[in-house]
């Protein structure tokens, strides 16, 4: 079985603060996905990362790849309230085959 | 209406009740999956419609069925349901299946079974 472990899973923080929130696995991944879920909605998709390695940016959000695609971080830069939510990863192994992380909890107050 | 849509967004039945959720999408995906979302676990994926045709079912009990009656809707019919069922309940649509496309998914049914 794979897991993806997301850490820390609980963040409370004060807008303006930086933060970076772990998902790390012992799977090696085609593909990783990163979602924000805000309360009473469903998962919205940010980012696909496919490369080892790979950096992308939006916005204030930075998502990087492990080089083994392993692992993956998500940085946030001067946290505002509209950032408050679960994020969630998500690692691809192939046709139809996707394995969610837990989520990190994400609260960022004003 | 664009996205992937749920209904009904709550519901509350008890453990001898008939239901179903509805699921629909419009983006022109092939793929559309049930997901479930418990507290403090991962997403766990109970069913996966490929081209309308179930291509997995994760050891979902019985009293879960789903129905794909075309590749833009999408049923999950729920009878003799227990407590330990009640969850949010997420569809989800996807192009082809590939995970690098990522998945688009619907506000989700927050169902309570009493």
């Known amino acids: 079985t794979q897991l993806l472990e997301q850490s820390p899973q609980f963040l409370s923080i004060q807008e303006g603060e930086n933060l970076t929130v772990y998902c790390n696995s012992s799977?090696?991944?085609?593909?990783l996905q990163w979602y924000r879920q805000e309360p009473g909605e469903g998962p919205v998709l940010l980012v696909t990362?496919?490369?080892?390695?790979e950096v992308k940016k939006l916005k204030r959000l930075t998502f990087q790849f492990g080089d083994a695609r392993k692992d993956s971080s998500l940085h946030i830069t001067a946290a505002q309230p509209g950032d408050t939510g679960l994020y969630l990863c998500?690692?691809?192994?192939?046709?139809?085959?996707?394995?969610f992380g837990i989520g990190t909890k994400l609260q960022v107050i004003p | 209406e664009t996205g992937v849509t749920q209904t009904p967004r709550h519901l509350v039945m008890g453990m001898t009740n008939k239901k179903s959720l509805k699921c629909e999408q419009h983006?022109?995906?092939?793929?559309m999956y049930w997901y479930k979302q418990s507290a403090k676990k991962p997403l766990e994926l109970m069913f996966v419609?490929?081209?309308?045709?179930?291509?997995e079912n994760n050891s979902v009990p019985s009293r879960f069925s789903p129905e794909c009656p075309n590749s833009s809707h999408l049923f999950l019919h729920l009878h003799t349901l227990q407590p330990e069922d009640s969850a949010l309940y997420l569809c989800?649509?996807?192009?082809?299946?590939?995970?690098?496309?990522?998945?688009?998914f619907g506000s989700g049914t927050r169902l309570t079974v009493v």
């Open positions: 990362v496919v490369t080892g390695g």
């Open positions: 989800a649509s996807s192009h082809q299946g590939d995970p690098i496309y990522g998945y688009t």
């Open positions: 983006l022109g995906h092939n793929a």
């Open positions: 419609y490929s081209l309308e045709e179930r291509v």
């Open positions: 998500a690692g691809g192994t192939g046709y139809q085959k996707v394995t």
């Open positions: 799977s090696v991944f085609s593909s």
